[in-house]
């Protein structure tokens, strides 16, 4: 088991992703790479993107570790039995005619 896997993300990692992330492509929130790696050419910016990254970590993986998945949801019980119509009544010649 790769208990470094639970670590919080160093600064130098997010560093190294920035520089390893390729141009023209985006990030599942749709934002363009190119705008990340702009940020880490500031050291402030690098901090505050970092400290976010930290954020989401942290809410994503409580207490920085991955939690169990949650348990599944019971499937609903199938619906009863349809209930029984009366017959129509018979329709009269007069309505029909």
Same mark, same amino acid.
């Given at each position: ?8 993300? $160093? ?42 990254? $930290? ?43």
């Amino acid at each position: 088991m790769r208990f470094e896997l639970d670590d919080p993300i $160093s600064l130098a990692e997010l560093k190294a992703a920035l520089e390893d992330a390729k141009p023209g492509k985006a990030t599942s929130n749709h934002m363009p790479v190119e705008l990340l790696e702009a940020l880490s050419e500031n050291m402030e910016l690098l901090g505050l993107l970092h400290r976010l990254v $930290s954020d989401v970590f942290k809410a994503v993986f409580e207490d920085g570790r991955a939690s169990p998945p949650p348990s599944p949801q019971p499937k609903p019980s199938p619906p009863g039995p349809l209930p029984v119509l009366p017959e129509p009544a018979p329709c009269s010649q007069e309505l029909i005619a």
